[in-house]
C-alpha cells in the first residue's frame, strides 16, 4: 500500500504523517516514513541543491531533478518496501510536480506528464491525502516554522504567494481529477485533522478502526 502526502507548504504534512505513522507502529504494521526530495541515497543531496537560495536554477532543470531524485527513490527505497509487504507513508510524489512545476511553474502540462511516467514508469500511489489549507495561512504558518529553525532552507524566499496560490488551485483541480485523492479540511486542530485522515482511511478501505 502506497499512501502519499500532498498540500502546500505549512498545510502540516510532516506533522499528520508522524501521527500515522504511530498508528501503525501500535497496531503493529510494518510501513516506512519517507519523503521527496530527500528520501533516496542521492536524495539529501539533491534536496540541498532543489531548496537552496542560491541554486537559482531554471525550471527544466528543476523539473528533472525532481525527477531524477524520484526514479532513485522508487528504485532503491518505496518498491524494496512494497514488495517486502509494508506500507509506505510517502511527504510528496508526482501530485506535487504537478501541482507546483504545471500549475506553480507553469510548464507545459503533456511533456510533464510524459516525464513523470518515464521516470516513474507509472507508479501511482494507492490514496493521496491532501491536506488542504489556503495558501496565506499556510505560508504564514511555514515561514513563522522556517525562522524559528536554524537550519533553514531558504525555499520560502524563492516563491511569491501568487506562485503559492497557483499550487495551491492546482491541487484542488487534481483532486478533482483523480479518485484517489482524499481532500482533508487541514484548518483544524492538529489531533482533529488526524481523525479526518483515518476517516478517510477506513472510507477508502486502508484500516478497518481507528
Ligand atoms: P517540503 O519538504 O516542505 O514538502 O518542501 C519540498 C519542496 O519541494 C516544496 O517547495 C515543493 C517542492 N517540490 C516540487 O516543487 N516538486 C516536486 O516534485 C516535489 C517532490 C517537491
Redesign the pocket.
Known sequence: MFITFEGV?GSG?TTQIGFLAQYFFKKGIPFIVT???GGSPIGSELRKL??SEESKINRTT?LLL?LAERSEHIEKVILPALKDGKIVLC????D??RA??IY?RKLQREEVENLIYFSTNGLEPDITLLLRLDPERALSRARRRDKANLFSEG?FESYDLDFHRRVYEGYELLAKEYQRIKVIDATGEKGDVFQEILKALIIAGVISEA
Open positions: 507548504e504534512k519523503r521527496e526530495p532543489l531548496l528543476e525532481y511527504d510528496r510524489f508526482s506535487a510536480t507546483y512545476q506553480g525555499k
